[in-house]
T-cell receptor, first 110, second 113 residues
Framework: QQPVQSPQAVILREGEDAVINCSSS?????VHWYRQKHGEAPVFLMI?????EQKGHEKISASFNEKKQQSSLYLTASQLSYSGTYFC???????????FGAGTTVTVRA | DTEVTQTPKHLVMGMTNKKSLKCEQH?????MYWYKQKAKKPPELMFV???????INESVPSRFSPECPNSSLLNLHLHALQPEDSALYLC????????????FGQGTRLTVV
């Protein structure tokens, strides 16, 4: 079952912040975040395993609310290199299937 | 070596052809995956191999046939494909099945004519 991502797209100026949300209707074991640039493979950003856990990668961080089955990705002080499509991937308890949301296209402009 | 290598990068095949996509990793990962990705869509899981055994088949048509000859290699055999099967086919690997980072290859861009 595919997680639901929002928003579909966001346009930022360099230095601005953004939040991407991911929610699932099933109980989750983990949430993954990947970024894919045009014509390239998805690149792993981070994985969150526990309720309330937060992680960071450069100025990109994420949280996972296990009770609500929701995760958010925070882009802070965005850089041009942050442009791309961000996918959340979720694994359910015991199914070990990494299913991706529809993606959020982020465009950072100078 | 943290790479997943896929060959070929591009493939054009007719609907009566038989071809194979190849994927290789040397990270000692025991789980390998095939995903299909259409333009502007997320990757869709097709197959998962865990310890060289097929553990997940997401109801993929039989014209796609996966094979895992050893722990480093993953093949996808294609036969009698349809034009709607044209897509980017991504291979990925991870240490184990579940809750670990997946490394993706660059993909094979497949066009069925």
């Amino acid at each position: 079952q595919q997680p639901v991502q929002s928003p579909q797209a966001v346009i930022l100026r360099e230095g601005e912040d953004a939040v991407i949300n991911c929610s699932s209707s099933k109980a989750l074991y983990s949430v993954h975040w990947y970024r894919q640039k045009h014509g390239e493979a998805p690149v792993f950003l981070m994985i969150l395993l526990k309720g309330g856990e937060q992680k960071g990668h450069e100025k990109i961080s994420a949280s996972f609310n296990e009770k609500k089955q929701q995760s958010s990705l925070y882009l802070t002080a965005s850089q041009l290199s942050y442009s791309g499509t961000y996918f959340c991937g979720t694994e359910g308890l015991n199914d070990y299937k990494l299913s991706f949301g529809a993606g959020t296209t982020v465009t950072v402009r100078a | 070596d943290t790479e997943v290598t896929q060959t070929p990068k591009h493939l054009v095949m007719g609907m009566t052809n038989k071809k194979s996509l190849k994927c290789e990793q040397h990270m000692g990962h025991r789980a390998m995956y095939w995903y299909k990705q259409k333009a502007k869509k997320p990757p869709e899981l097709m197959f998962v191999y865990s310890y060289e055994k097929l553990s997940i088949n997401e109801s993929v048509p039989s014209r796609f046939s996966p094979e895992c000859p050893n722990s480093s290699l993953l093949n996808l055999h294609l036969h009698a494909l349809q034009p709607e099967d044209s897509a980017l086919y991504l291979c990925a690997s991870s240490q184990g099945q579940g809750n670990t980072e997946a490394f993706f290859g660059q993909g094979t861009r497949l066009t069925v004519v």
